[in-house]
């Protein structure tokens, strides 16, 4: 026990002394900063690529829920103007997306129940893209409004303007008890577009191919399948099989082109693996009228593709005319004069656009007014000559701009301006004037003036695209006083990025880029639908 209290006593004595010598010692701190971390380019660009990913699904996400869970909306008022479009094209459709619903009772009659995204539809005839990609239901834009939007799937048969009614008709396989009936309108406006144009050429309608129309490009791709299928059939001639597999296309303009640019791919991608021994025999052929093919761009981007498509071995015949089409060949007009026979076992024909009945019966009751062949003659408002309460516009009209989508949709979103402007300038002149104050008045008044200044339509040209094969592309652009002419992968990529960014919804560009990325990966379908 002593023991043990003395050897506790020299260790407490220990202690004391080595504290004791640490406080007499001198410390010494370290004044060196801590060095700061070195500003990295390279991980600022993977945190902003990080939250760029984060936030564009984020926002595609909500974009989509969205779409699918439409709000409760506002019914038919009876005490508000009544507008009903009537197609479901580019100019309806991009007024249909801007009409304040507020303001107007709208009701839309069509005989398609949804807007087809027409630019990428020659990709669709080949399996580059799949139909229901462009496509989107009338329904996803009119239940997304403030007030009920009626939509008809019919086909306006009579337009009454004295009385301001219209007929529609039901259009599709399965009738009612009641598939005609009558629309009062208050407004009324055309957007129903243009059909093709036969120049009342012998045997077009019967044998060829159009491009305009979601059925079009289903059957184009059935009969270019069947043809390929009829030429390995067992014991076919040589001169039968070299007719099955020419293809012929009609037409210089960008759907012909695209249309032959989307073929050749198609042979050279995915036909060569799948039937080697006709792959080498398809034959593809341009004929065109004109001096030239794309007669809209510069000269420049002409001679690009015409030498693009003479490296992939498809014939530009210009200064050819077609004039009869057979069951097996056209005949032709060869640019010396003298008339010669092209088989062929596929004919796409894409010349241009003609007027509709309902159009031509239209102008029939505006005699004095309504004497453009081309189409219905507007004013620089839209606003059909003849009578005011009918507005046109797209490829239905006859004005100084192409018959193109661009031009539409601006028709499409400028008419919207307009209503809404028409709108307010009634609301403000059913004011009683006695109850106002005269403050409050000189503002109505300000007001009124400037609704009443409606600017006319204004057409801003964006520039010109156009595919030319090889994921190759020409674009002609405005550049200040001047055009941009480019062509060449880099204006693919370029041409790819300005469609999906036109693209109406995030469904369809969420499809459109997946059907993309799997036919780079998986190929085209070769099966015959």
Not at 54 to 70: C, D, S, T
Not at 284 to 292: D, K, R, S, Y
Not at 293 to 313: C, G, H, R
Not at 505 to 517: A, C, E, G, P, Y
């Amino acid at each position: 026990m002593q023991a043990s209290r003395a050897l506790s006593g020299t260790i407490r004595r220990v202690n004391y002394r080595a504290a004791a010598l640490s406080l007499s010692r001198p410390h010494f701190y370290s004044t060196q900063a801590t060095p700061a971390k070195k500003f990295s380019k390279w991980k600022m660009l993977k945190n902003g690529a990080k939250f760029g990913v984060v936030a564009a699904l984020g926002y595609g996400g909500y974009e989509m829920y969205v779409q699918r869970h439409p709000q409760e909306q506002l019914p038919y008022d009876p005490e508000k103007k009544t507008i009903v479009i009537l197609g479901s094209g580019w100019a309806s459709t991009s007024l249909l997306k801007d009409i304040d619903t507020d303001h107007y009772n709208v009701v839309v009659v069509s005989p398609r129940n949804y807007f087809l995204f027409t630019p990428l539809l020659p990709s669709c005839t080949v399996g580059t893209i799949d139909i229901r990609s462009l496509v989107e239901p009338t329904r996803f834009v009119t239940r997304h409004k403030s007030r009920d939007v009626k939509v008809y799937e019919a086909e306006c048969t009579e337009i009454d303007p004295k009385n301001k009614t219209l007929t529609i008709a039901d259009n599709s396989e399965v009738k009612g008890q009641n598939c005609v009936t009558s629309l009062p309108y208050d407004y009324l406006v055309i957007g129903i577009g243009a059909q093709s144009q036969t120049f009342g050429i012998k045997g077009v309608e019967e044998y060829g191919c159009f491009l305009k129309e979601v059925w079009d490009a289903q059957k184009i791709r059935t009969k270019l399948m069947d043809c390929i299928e009829t030429a390995a059939f067992p014991g076919q001639s040589q001169e039968e099989i070299d007719r099955l597999l020419h293809m012929v296309v009609v037409g210089g303009g960008p759907t012909g082109i695209e249309y032959a640019a989307e073929l050749h791919d198609f042979l050279i991608e995915d036909l060569s693996n799948w039937f080697p021994e006709l792959a080498g025999k398809i034959k593809i052929t341009l004929v065109e009228a004109l001096p030239n093919v794309l007669p809209a761009f510069s000269k420049q981007l002409i001679d690009y593709t015409e030498s693009t498509f003479k490296e992939q071995n498809i014939s530009i015949h210009t200064k050819t005319m077609v004039q009869e089409v057979r069951e097996k060949e056209i005949v032709i007009k060869k640019p010396d004069g003298t008339s010669d026979t092209m088989p062929y076992g596929l004919l796409v024909w894409a010349t241009g656009n003609t007027t509709r009945p309902l159009v031509r019966n239209l102008m029939n009751k505006f005699p004095e007014t309504q004497n453009v062949r081309r189409g219905l003659d507007v004013d620089d408002w839209l606003r059909l000559k003849g009578a005011d309460d009918i507005y046109a516009l797209g490829d239905a009209t006859a004005t100084r701009y192409a018959p193109t989508a661009q031009v539409a949709a601006q028709q499409g979103k400028y008419l919207a301006r307009l209503f809404r402007q028409l709108a307010i300038r009634d609301e403000l002149e059913s004011m009683d004037a006695e109850s106002i104050p005269s403050e409050e008045k000189a503002k109505i008044d300000r007001k009124l003036k400037k609704v009443k200044d409606i600017k006319p339509f204004h057409y801003s040209h964006q520039g010109s695209l156009c595919y030319v094969g090889s994921d190759k592309a020409i674009a002609d652009l405005p550049f200040g006083s001047n055009n941009l002419a480019t062509g060449g992968v880099a204006t693919f990529a370029f041409w790819r990025s300005a469609y999906i960014s036109n693209l109406f919804s995030t469904r369809n560009k969420s499809l459109v880029i997946t059907d993309w990325l799997k036919k780079t990966f998986l190929g085209r379908d070769i099966s015959r639908e």
